[in-house]
């Protein structure tokens, strides 16, 4: 069975047994499925020991919202919650964070959703940065099954001509920067254009081992980065980094306790 049904099919069980949850949600198209949330308890997608603080972050921030799909148990969305702001959160734990990364320092300023830059326009999945560093910007996927594309348009157009390519042209073979071979590989390449951004020290991609195709389709444009950036540039397996936080001789009882739930959700065989 390939990783997403596998892990649906766990979190329509984790819905029923630790949530008490036995409606169906609708999905974008109204169909109901087992492993949604009906949408106005879409909270419940947050671990229990954050969720007050987490929905106090969301609903007080004007620059964070809930993805339309937030309600989903395979959120991405909710997914990047629940494993980063528990370590943003409590300041002293930060560096275990940080050290499974393999960072150093307390992280000083951090951001989910965060616009780099505004005539840009686009956001970063999670953004974390300790004091007097560069940035750390991560791409998170869970289920989703490729790398997000792009309909080109006439804004999205004159954004390659006047910010992508500049920016990527050092980066990636020029091939890369042709509309149709751009737009197909837009999410990756749109990721790799902040590394010409001097702020910005690594940019990750951060999925689960079993998410095969989607790492299949990054590694296709990640093979070609020029040497001179690779080293910036981290593909992060999600049992790996659950692994390093768990092991972390610093870890608090209470964050180890919480890494626990949170690879209980979504770690099944961890």
Known sequence: MPYRDDLITHLETYKETRLGV??????KNKKRYRHILPIEIKA???????????????EGNESVSYDSGFHHLNSSQAFAFNLFFPFFWIVEQSTVLQNSFDLEGVISEWHFEYIPQTEEGSNIDVAWKS?????NFCEVKLTETNYGTATPNEERLAK????????LQNIVPPDFLNPDTFFK????????S???????????FLMPRGNTIALRHLNLVLQFVSAEYRSQIHVVFLEDLVEKLLQSVS????LRCYMNSFSEKYLPEF
Request: aromatic share 16%.
């Open 194 to 204: 902040y590394l010409h951004l001097p702020e910005v020290e690594n940019v990750f």
């Open 185 to 192: 590989n837009y999410q990756v390449l749109r990721n790799l």
């Open 251 to 254: 870890i608090s009882p209470e």
């Open 22 to 27: 036995f409606e169906f949600g609708l999905d």
């Open 44 to 58: 419940l997608n947050i671990i229990e020991k954050f969720r007050a603080e987490l929905v106090a972050y969301i």
């Open 131 to 135: 004091r007097n560093s560069p940035w």
């Open 160 to 167: 390659l001509n006047d910010i992508y390519a500049p920016r």
